[in-house]
């Protein structure tokens, strides 16, 4: 049975550092890893999208990579401001049609 | 832009209570989806739905039930509410499978006393 699990489930560092998030899973059968956000008390954002053939997907700031045979995703964030806090979650989607299996999410406050 | 809205933010019920969480979207997806987040746990589905008056079960259907008569409505039911469904509870949608990327409402917190 798949599992995701997320190290450290929670993460405090200075405005301007450079930072990684990690997101582990036990089966190397995936179909794709996503990496979301979630501000207190709202709903998840999608940030990015890595398909089970890349190795890496960036959105401005955000660099995720994938490393399927050691299980593993990271999540780079550059520069890190104030206004990254949030809880970042990553999600594996499996070879069923539909259902993605959830880590627990590292909160991360960024200090000014 | 995706738009998922969900009924309430923040619901107080009674044990016993008939409870409905109603979620709506404007894009015609396909796939609509509820889930419940607890702290330490991650999201974990309770149900998912396909197409309209199709529904399968998540990991945690027991005590819950859902109903969609259109295309655009998914609405999540517990039909006795108990204090261990206290929780908050995110409706998602997508317009294929785990290959696209689901789209959040913004949850409903229920507190059940």
């Known amino acids: 049975k798949q599992e995701v699990t997320q190290i450290p489930a929670a993460l405090s560092v200075p405005e301007g550092e450079n930072l990684v998030l990690n997101c582990s899973f036990t089966d190397s059968a995936i179909y794709n890893l996503q990496w979301f956000r979630q501000d207190p008390g709202k709903g998840l954002t999608s940030l990015l999208l890595i398909q089970s053939s890349q190795r890496e997907q960036t959105s401005g700031r955000l660099n995720a990579s994938l490393d399927k045979s050691s299980g593993r995703s990271t999540l780079y964030i550059a520069a890190s401001q104030p206004g990254d806090s949030a809880t970042y979650l990553c999600a594996v989607g499996t070879d069923s049609n539909y259902q993605l299996i959830w880590g627990a999410g590292t909160k991360l406050i960024i200090k000014p | 832009d995706v738009k998922v809205t969900q009924s309430s933010r923040y619901l107080v019920k009674r044990t016993g209570e008939k409870v409905f969480l109603e979620c709506v979207q404007d894009?015609?997806?396909?796939?609509m989806f509820w889930y419940r987040q607890d702290p330490g746990l991650g999201l974990r589905l309770i149900y998912f739905s396909y197409d309209v008056k199709m529904k399968e079960k998540g990991d945690i259907p027991e005590g819950y039930s859902v109903s969609r008569e259109k295309k655009e409505r998914f609405s999540l039911i517990l039909e006795s509410a108990s204090t261990n469904q206290t929780s908050m509870y995110l409706c998602?949608?997508?317009?294929?499978?785990?290959?696209?990327?689901?789209?959040f409402g913004p949850g409903t917190r229920l507190l059940v006393l």
């Open positions: 998602a949608t997508t317009s294929g499978g785990v290959e696209e990327t689901q789209y």
């Open positions: 894009m015609d997806h396909e796939n």
